[in-house]
């Protein structure tokens, strides 16, 4: 966050205000006014401390004597709020109950943010909207938190892109590891079969036997492609599939069948289509 | 019925259609109509004998024909009777109507009416007459003017009943006046002019054939309504027959229309199959159909014209039938030899009709049911027929009618004809088809006070393109200068676009030149535009070319992303070379292929060069945004084989990353997170869509249309860029019962089509891209595809996938559609895209719609969802990508929040400081905060669904899943706002607000 300065500033205009709120307190009319251009200033400020919140909570308690009791909800939020802020991360949760109850089902009011407001009702709204605003602002002033949202996006995007070096030392590490482990398990088996008693046979490298020595009969395996394609030949010289008048007849039943189910099939499903207004061809 | 009548694959849908489009005489009907009829008759017959009948009933029709002597005493018709489908019995809903013929008294008319418009006049104060009296009858709700086939000096009467019977909504009598025995048959020869006005120049009068035919036909419409009647009443096939091409006909705008076919045309032409004994008792409707269709197609009869006979001969001399030929394009002589029953017929029309016809015999040759659909059930209006489509709005153009309304032919008639003329030669041969139709008729026509509303309705032109690469040719070849004739004649009709030009060859000639972007492909528009406005009085405005409307959806600020294709395609046959050079690598490269849409133009954006990634190094200065983000683009290598891979899954992983880092080690770097056997598909896929893409140059625009629309209605979840891919490849491969589209626009409908139409619970879509499916391929598809159906019968939902799209690559339809779209999701995007198409439609037929009707196609109602995020469009990866920024009007704002300035899509000016290499490392590839977004939220809930758009879209909509009762009692107390604000949480500095709109739905 680089705008420290902003922030600075921004410090020094509430303070003037929340000031001069302070001077109009005095007179009950002029103060109304004032409140009115305070909440309206309020509204561009994003970024706010704990100390001027609760002194702005205080302004609003004392607004709201003055004001009387049209708007009980407003105290309640307004301290409820206080409350919950100092509880830093909790922010989003906050002040919504409130929110909601007032703010009932109607969207017309959430659409006139910006605009000048002369009904007494309306007062409520702007602050209901500023409140929106600070909700969003919240997030602005914990930036630093990396677990949720842009930031963890950037901060993971950036980690899963390490660079070539690490990443080429953790697939040597993988590797190194990878092979270690299958190592240590054949040596393992060997040595389980070892304590069995049996001697292990280790593999010799060379021709592969394929014919036993004594009776000459071929024994090692035969690759099962070639296999397979041995016995597709065979089949080949089975009997074809219409040689027997009996397999031609019962080709031919099937096929009706077939067709039997396929004609029921299509009846059906018109009768849907038809129901559904949809066989119609206009 | 049974099943050994029904072998014929087709022949249960046919006669299940027949029930649903006949009509039965139910006493209901018969009674509606008797009681109409009679209510008519009853009108007619107080109308008092011989009361005087003057121009003043109607001054502005007679003016506007030219009639001079139009003075008559009323008398009662000769007869009323009912003729047409009605009597035949082979009405084909929904146009339920019944034709009443009303016999013009010969005492209303002298010898010689024949003669200057003077029995149209008539014709039409008689009706005026009539129409008073009709509409003081309690029994008739109203009476409306229309027309004879859109033939404006013969109109007609539509009465209404004031009885409604619900069966038969909109049913209505056209009560048309015949002229049996009016005139002398000789004096309408058509060699006669009978049309006084038409001679002044005192030469040799010319004939007016048109005119006299027009009132030949009143003369014989009832000798040749019976005639036909006695062909079809006594043979039920037949009369099937005739109602399915009713059927086929309707659905085809662009042939039944008045200068092609009519219903009257249809049945001419089965009875002169009958006569001739081409079609028998023996055969069935859909026979007889088939042999219709193959007449129409290809018989050589048309060529001399269609005689019947009488009594097994011909009365027709082989003069009178040149002279028929001469006369009219299309020749159909009725029994008595004197009327040419298709006079109206044009031969643009006529080649239409071929064509369709062609169209539908080889729907017919297809295999299986398939035809059925193609033929009888699919609309081809012109905006999904023609690729484009023009209207010239002419309303109030007194060019028009400058030489009268009414002349041989009608003005309108006229016009059409010269539309289609200066557009054929204009286009020579990059159009196939031309169709100019000009609807004049509305229904509320108000016809006594003249002809000149007639124009109201906008003139519609269809063009076909015949070759992309005669469309997009660019230099066109006329005459030789030598040849003086010609080449003055081609100066004439290109004005100053004719320039003379030496060639290669030597030669020098009249030429013109059209240019036009290279990706944009509208070159057509401009010749188009420039012939009309050249030759017509036109202003720019009237004329409606619907071709570019939609480009708006895939260009990036003015220009189309698709022309940096040429650079993408060198850079990545340079990475392929060096990729296959590496030679300190333990496994060469075999073989390097392309996995990414771009490379294959289906990319709705591909990427353009990014100034900081040239290899020079060095940094551009700022003239543009330079965008902060790079979207990668996939490419599959193959290494040499070898045994000595790792058995386990992971670490064959990690032996590939291995191997890139070697690879990368001189060039790039990329993590391979799939598993081979998607990988492999994926290279199918791409290879297939490539090769496809050579073949159809439109196919790639109109994929990436297709895909904008997908995505812009928050689809990305649902259907994938491939599917999408093959979606429109399959209108490519199997256009039937279209051609192959050539424009994007009715590419993209047919798409949208395509998706709305097909009957995707019942029917897998196999898209055979090669053509190269064997009937085992085929028969293994659908083996596979029907257990994926077995669960419907209990449960509609229970059927996965959806979508069950079949390629040879993917048979069981694994790859693409296996786990979205759901049905409930296809169920929304049918609903989308039925709508889109509607929409669209009426955007290419209709006028009265503003330019942002348009756009409407791709902004999609955020009203539609439970919940809708709006995001901040500063902070989407390629912001110039968002078409419409979102703002929600519905619902409670519940959450905001404000932008991230941790991210920002384009670099900054002070970023751009320091060395190239610095700046490459604040470059992010395939960054995306949309897709994490998405990813966290589906990490953490599972009580909704997300609708995006991957795009480039700002809004985000969300449906709450309902739960089935029992399960997730917890979940269910849930409170959606704090859900909500849950959402908001989790798109900290990205989120700009969430509206709630909807709670979710218990289901107890």
């Known amino acids: 966050m680089g705008n420290l300065k902003e922030k600075l500033e921004e410090e020094k205009k509430k303070k003037k205000k929340s000031e001069k709120a302070k001077k109009t307190n005095a007179e009950l009319f002029q103060k109304k006014v004032m409140l009115k251009k305070e909440e309206k200033q309020n509204e561009n400020i994003k970024t706010t401390g704990k100390k001027k919140r609760r002194r702005e909570k205080e302004n609003n308690v004392n607004a709201d004597k003055v004001e009387g009791e049209k708007n009980k909800n407003k105290p309640r939020k307004k301290k409820r709020k206080g409350e919950e802020k100092n509880n830093a991360l909790v922010g989003k949760s906050v002040q919504q109950d409130g929110y909601e109850e007032q703010n009932g089902k109607s969207k017309k009011p959430n659409r006139k943010k910006k605009e000048h407001h002369t009904l007494k009702k309306g007062e409520t709204i702007p602050e209901k909207i500023e409140e929106a605003v600070e909700d969003g602002a919240y997030y602005i002033s914990s930036g630093e938190d990396c677990s949720k949202g842009m930031r963890k996006w950037l901060t993971e995007y950036r980690q899963s892109r390490p660079g070539l070096k690490v990443l080429q030392q953790w697939i040597d590490q993988f590797i190194t590891a990878h092979e270690e482990k299958l190592e240590q398990e054949r040596n393992e088996r060997e040595a389980r079969v070892a304590e069995d008693g049996w001697t292990v046979v280790v593999h010799h490298k060379g021709r592969k036997k394929t014919t036993d020595s004594q009776s000459g009969i071929t024994v090692g395996s035969v690759a099962p492609a070639v296999a397979e394609s041995q016995l597709t030949k065979k089949k080949h010289k089975e009997i074809g599939p219409d040689f027997y008048r009996v397999q031609k007849r019962e080709a031919q039943r099937n096929e009706i069948l077939a067709i039997q189910s396929k004609f029921e099939q299509d009846r059906k499903r018109i009768q849907q289509l038809r129901a559904a207004g949809k066989f119609q061809p206009y | ?1004």
């Open chain 2, 1 to 1004: 019925m049974d099943v050994d009548t029904l072998m014929e694959p087709m022949d249960l849908k046919v006669s299940e259609l027949l029930k649903e489009v006949q009509v039965d005489y139910s006493p209901a009907l018969t009674e509606l109509v008797d009681d109409t009829v009679s209510a008519i008759k009853e009108a007619i017959n107080q109308i008092p004998e011989g009361i005087e009948v003057t121009v003043d009933e109607a001054p502005g029709f007679v003016k506007d024909i030219g009639a001079d002597k139009v003075e008559f005493k009323f008398k009662k018709p000769k007869s009323v009777e009912i003729g047409g489908s009605y009597s035949m019995k082979c009405i084909a809903k929904p146009d339920i109507n019944v034709d009443l013929f009303i016999q013009l008294p010969k005492e209303c008319f002298h010898e010689k009416d024949y003669l200057n418009y003077r029995y149209h006049a008539k014709r039409f104060l008689y009706l005026c007459i009539l129409k008073k009296f009709l509409k003081s009858s309690s029994l008739v709700h109203k009476v409306e003017w229309s027309s004879f086939h859109n033939e404006a000096r013969k109109p007609v009467l539509l009465v209404y009943p004031a009885r409604k019977v619900v069966e038969f909504p909109g049913l209505f009598v056209r009560v048309i006046p015949t002229a049996k025995f009016l005139f002398n048959v000789a004096k309408l020869d058509m060699k006669r002019n009978n049309i006084r006005a038409l001679n002044q120049e005192g030469n040799t009068p010319l004939p007016t054939p048109r005119y006299n035919s027009s009132m030949l036909e009143d003369m014989f419409l009832e000798d040749n309504t019976e005639f036909l009647k006695k062909t079809f009443l006594g043979w039920r096939e037949l009369r099937e027959a005739l109602i399915l091409l009713k059927v086929w006909a309707q659905q085809r705008s662009s042939i039944y229309a008045h200068d092609c076919l009519n219903e009257f045309l249809i049945a001419v032409i089965l009875s002169y199959l009958a006569t001739y004994e081409k079609v028998n008792n023996s055969m069935k409707p859909l026979q007889i159909f088939r042999v219709t269709m193959d007449f129409i197609a290809s018989s050589k009869s048309w060529s001399q014209g269609l005689y019947f006979w009488q009594q097994r001969e011909v009365k027709v001399s082989k003069e009178e039938r040149l002279l028929y030929k001469e006369t009219f394009p299309v020749v159909i002589c009725d029994s008595y030899a004197h009327l040419n029953l298709a006079f109206r017929m044009k031969s643009n029309g006529f080649l239409e009709l071929q064509d369709e016809a062609a169209l539908a015999l080889k729907c017919l040759e297809k295999s299986g049911d398939v035809a059925f659909e193609d033929i009888f059930m699919t609309k081809i209006d012109f905006s999904s027929k023609f690729d484009y489509c023009i209207r010239l709005n002419l309303k109030g153009n007194s060019k028009v009618c400058a030489s009268g309304f009414c002349l041989d032919d009608e003005c309108w008639r006229l016009y059409e004809q010269k539309v289609h003329n200066i557009l054929s030669q204009g286009l020579s041969d990059r159009a196939k088809f031309i169709r100019v139709i000009w609807r004049n008729f509305h229904s509320d026509c108000d016809m006594e006070n003249g002809l000149s509303t007639l124009d109201t309705e906008p003139l519609l032109i269809g063009i076909s393109v015949s070759s992309l690469e005669k469309a997009f040719r660019v230099v066109d070849i006329g005459p030789n200068a030598d040849n003086k004739e010609e080449a003055l004649k081609f100066r004439k009709f290109w004005g100053e676009k004719a320039e003379l030009r030496r060639f290669r060859d030597g030669k020098i000639a009249e030429s013109t030149v059209w240019e036009s972007e290279q990706w944009a492909k509208h070159l057509i528009l401009k010749i188009i535009e420039y012939v009309l406005l050249q030759h017509l009085s036109l202003s720019k405005t009237n004329i409606l070319q619907v071709v570019d409307q939609l480009d708006f959806s895939l260009l990036h600020g003015v220009e189309d992303p698709m022309s940096f294709s040429a650079s993408l395609l060198a850079a990545f046959e340079l990475l392929s070379k060096r990729l296959r050079c590496i030679e300190d690598i333990p496994l060469k490269v075999s073989s390097v292929q392309p996995l990414d849409p771009a490379f294959r133009f289906t990319s709705v954006f591909p990427p353009r060069p990014h100034p900081l990634a040239s290899e020079k190094g060095h940094v551009p200065k700022l003239r543009k945004l330079i965008s902060s983000c790079i979207q990668p683009l996939e490419v599959m290598i193959q290494l040499e084989g070898s045994g000595n891979w790792p058995m386990d899954e992971v670490a064959i992983e990690k032996t590939k990353s291995a191997f890139l880092l070697k690879i990368g080690e001189s060039d790039i770097v990329k993590r391979v997170p799939f598993v081979d056997k998607k990988l492999f598909v994926r290279g199918q896929h791409s290879s297939m869509i490539n090769g496809l893409q050579g073949i159809y140059q439109m196919y790639g625009p109109v994929v990436r249309l297709a895909k904008r629309w997908v995505a812009s209605h928050l689809f990305s979840d649902c259907l994938v860029e491939e599917a999408v891919e093959l979606l429109v490849a399959h209108l490519f491969v199997k256009p039937l019962p279209f051609t192959a589209p050539c424009s994007r626009i009715a590419g993209f409908l047919r798409f949208l089509r395509l998706l709305a139409d097909y009957d995707w619970t019942f029917s897998p879509l196999v898209v055979d891209i090669n053509n190269d499916l064997t009937p085992i391929d085929k028969k293994e598809i659908y083996d596979n595809f029907t257990p994926s159906r077995k669960g419907h019968e209990e449960n509609a939902q229970n059927i996965s996938p959806s979508m069950f799209l079949a390629t040879s690559y993917d048979k069981a339809s694994e790859a693409w559609t296996r786990f979205a779209p759901n049905s409930l999701e296809l169920k929304r995007l049918v609903a989308y895209a039925r709508s889109s198409a509607n929409l669209l439609t009426r955007l290419v037929l209709e006028d009265q719609t503003g330019p942002l009707k348009w756009e409407c196609l791709f902004r999609t109602p955020l009203s539609n969802y439970d919940a809708v995020i709006l995001l901040h469009a500063g902070r989407l990866p390629y912001p110039q990508r968002l078409l419409f920024p979102s703002n929600s009007n519905q619902g409670r704002l519940v959450v905001h929040g404000n932008a991230s300035k941790a991210f920002q899509p384009f670099m900054l000016p002070g970023d751009l400081r320091g060395n190239s290499e610095e700046l490459k490392h604040k470059l992010m590839v395939n960054f995306d905060p949309l897709m994490s977004y998405v990813a966290d939220l589906q990490k953490e809930f599972n009580t909704f669904k997300l609708w995006y758009d991957s795009l480039g879209g700002d809004a985000i909509g969300l449906t709450w899943e309902t739960k089935k009762r029992g399960r997730d009692e917890a979940g269910e107390g849930e409170d959606p706002i704090k859900v909500l604000k849950g959402v908001g949480e989790v798109g900290k500095g990205f989120v700009r607000s969430v509206y709630f709109l909807k709670a979710p739905r218990l289901m107890k």
